[in-house]
């Protein structure tokens, strides 16, 4: 079945460092890509998302891009900040019908200090 | 926005109670979704429903089942609660034919 793999934190970095949390995905079809946030003490947010090959999503700094030909999509950030500290989830869609489900990996801690 | 809430933020039952879980959301989607939040693990899907008064199962529906009887509404029920069913719980909401899915804030579940 379809599943993600991505990095395992914590990952620990100084303000303003550059910032790449890998994931790798399988699936047998075309699956959306997605990276979702989750900020302590509260629920997922979703950050970006990319639906097909070579598409890149972006918001509030970050940036991932599908890649097909190495079935990735990468997280990265040039310059981190303290209020980036949180869990990131990588995730894929899978598409039941005319309805999908979501496939998550296991999430990767980020901690920046001042 | 989105609005996706949860009954409580914080719950401590005994062995053996049975505990119900609530989520409501305020936009009117067709899917919502409850998941358990485990260290380690990750998110995993423990029932879906599309529609009112449908259910799937997920990857781990064991020892859970699910109410909907409002389209609005989605209930979590552990019929007899365990120490194992300690968890962080999450439910989520999505448009029909959706691939993006809004999350409620997360209810910590404590069992002794």
């Known amino acids: 079945g379809d599943s993600v793999t991505q990095m395992e934190g914590p990952v620990t970095l100084s303000e303003e460092a550059f910032l790449t949390i890998n994931c790798t995905y399988t699936a047998t079809g075309y699956p959306s890509l997605f990276w979702y946030v989750q900020y302590p003490g509260e629920g997922l947010q979703l950050l970006l998302k990319?639906?097909?090959?070579?598409d890149k999503g972006s918001n509030k700094g970050f940036e991932a891009t599908y890649r097909k030909e190495t079935t990735s999509f990468h997280l990265e950030k040039g310059s981190v900040q303290v209020s980036d500290s949180a869990v990131y989830f990588c995730?894929?869609?899978?598409?039941?019908?005319?309805?999908?489900?979501?496939?998550f990996g296991k999430g990767t801690l980020l901690t920046v200090n001042p | 926005d989105v609005k996706v809430t949860q009954s409580s933020r914080y719950l401590v039952k005994r062995t053996g109670e049975k505990v119900f879980l609530e989520c409501v959301q305020d936009?009117?989607?067709?899917?919502m979704f409850w998941y358990r939040q485990d260290p380690g693990l990750g998110l995993r899907l423990i029932y879906f429903s599309y529609d009112v008064k449908m259910k799937e199962k997920g990857d781990i529906p064991e020892g859970y089942s699910v109410s909907r009887e409002k389209k609005e509404r989605f209930s979590l029920i552990l019929e007899s609660a365990s120490t194992n069913q300690t968890s962080m719980y999450l439910c989520a909401s999505s448009p029909h034919a959706s691939e993006t899915q809004y999350f409620g804030p997360g209810t910590r579940l404590l069992v002794l």
């Open positions: 995730a894929l869609s899978d598409r039941g019908g005319s309805n999908y489900k979501l496939t």
């Open positions: 936009m009117d989607h067709e899917n």
């Open positions: 990319a639906t097909k090959a070579d």
